[in-house]
């Protein structure tokens, strides 16, 4: 993610191919894909797959080729839980990732070599996102510490920082539920 990389240097030019953001919860995939989304000029649309069919893949296909809905012709999609996509509904996005139609990101907690389908995998560029290192997770309590207004006694801190295994998510819920209480 940082300057030069390949995936800062895909979204700042614009050129995004299809990506899985692969890693264990409260990694950031699925921030990191609304950063993705907030600097494409492509439209955007957002489905979970725990809930989405067929019929919503469709209803993306067809906003996107309306220009009237989509000037640019072009959507980003965000999948959330993509590794709960069935078959046929891989097989839908298919033809409109092949032809460029969709820039597919989905994000998943399931190696996607398991989950995705040969054909659609081919067109992905995989990215592995690792837990959140202590350092980082020390940076993200403090914020949280601060945008609060909160302050943590030593042991506290090292038990919830200990406690949490690089997940960023479950580190400001536990602090949000010692603070309410």
């Known amino acids: 993610l940082g300057p030069g990389k390949m995936l800062r240097r895909m979204v700042e030019a614009d050129r995004l191919s299809s990506i899985i953001l692969f890693g264990p919860p409260g990694t950031g995939k699925t921030s990191l894909a609304r950063v993705v989304a907030a600097t494409t000029r492509s439209g955007f649309a957002k489905l979970n797959a725990v809930t989405a069919g067929v019929a919503d893949i469709k209803r ?28 046929s ?43 959140i290192d202590h350092d980082d997770l020390t940076v993200l309590l ?18 919830l920082l200990h406690g949490v295994d690089g997940d960023a998510r479950k580190l400001l819920t536990t602090l949000d539920v010692a603070i309410a209480l």
């Open 60 to 87: 993306v296909i067809a906003d996107t080729e309306n220009p009237i809905l989509n000037p640019s012709g072009r959507t980003l999609l965000f999948v959330d839980e993509i590794h709960r996509f069935t078959r």
């Open 89 to 131: 509904q891989q097989d839908a996005l298919l033809p409109s990732v092949e032809s460029g139609l969709l820039t597919l990101v989905g994000a998943t907690t399931e190696s996607p070599w398991a989950t995705s389908n040969g054909p659609l995998l081919s067109r992905f560029t995989v990215f592995r996102l690792e837990p």
């Open 142 to 159: 403090d914020r949280a510490l601060g945008a609060t207004g909160s302050t943590i006694d030593v042991e506290a801190r090292a038990a």
